[in-house]
């Protein structure tokens, strides 16, 4: 088993769609999780943290489940603006310096 | 402006020698990493290092070295011994610790091309 695992995709959506992506990870102890946007070509560039508690900015709005080991991302109205790979993030070990990520979902949002 | 460079942009590579792929962080960050990412794929840990003058192999070490001999840099070398090594190359760079405000800064990568 992966220790991040993503649905590849690719998620192929109209305009004002809502989409969601999930993301399980395998290491309890895992500390901290992010989710990166990476465009095609370009570097991974954080898109927002996940709280414990579930996290909102503006169209977006993330979940974590700590007991299901499960992560979590709604984007909301989506704009074409938003086709890319998005990646799923998870830290652990001391100092958090472990880094996984996952293989990323794509997204293809269409006019 | 603060941030993390790479250089070259892109590089070309006869088969059997070595290269050189710099990165450079003014974020006065402890944590440098190196990953690989093959089209289509997700990134690959190569090396990655917590603190100067130390550095642990990551999952895909075989065929690269790296160094960290100052805090803001950390190169790595890619040796003819790696047999595949036509990939896009991201370095990154983190503080220590596990807070949610600690997320990993990528430079802009370096695409190797073999010929």
């Known amino acids: 088993r992966k220790e991040v695992e993503q649905d590849p995709g690719p998620f192929n959506v109209p305009e004002g769609a809502t989409v969601a992506f999930n993301c399980t990870y395998s290491n309890s102890a895992s500390q901290s999780f992010f989710w990166y946007r990476q465009d095609c070509r370009k570097e991974p560039k954080l898109l927002m943290s996940?709280?414990?508690s579930g996290n909102e900015d503006g169209r977006f709005t993330a979940q974590l489940n700590r007991a299901s080991q499960y992560i979590s991302l709604l984007i909301r109205d989506s704009k074409l603006s938003d086709s890319a790979t998005y990646l799923c993030v998870v830290t652990f070990g001391t100092g958090g310096f472990k880094t996984i990520f996952g293989a990323g979902t794509r997204l293809f949002v269409k006019a | 402006d603060g941030g993390i460079t790479q250089s070259p942009k892109y590089l070309f590579r006869k088969e059997g020698q070595n290269v050189t792929l710099s990165c450079e962080q003014n974020?006065?960050?402890?944590?440098m990493y190196w990953y690989r990412q093959d089209p289509g794929q997700g990134l690959r840990l190569i090396y990655y290092s917590q603190i100067v003058n130390d550095f642990q192999k990551g999952d895909i070490a075989e065929g690269y070295s790296v160094s960290r001999e100052k805090k803001e840099s950390f190169p790595l070398t890619v040796t003819s011994a790696q047999k595949n090594p036509t990939a896009f190359y991201l370095c990154a760079s983190k503080v220590a610790g596990a807070g949610l405000d600690n997320e990993q800064f990528f430079g802009p990568g370096t695409r190797l091309t073999v010929l």
């Open positions: 996940v709280y414990s």
């Open positions: 974020l006065n960050h402890d944590a």
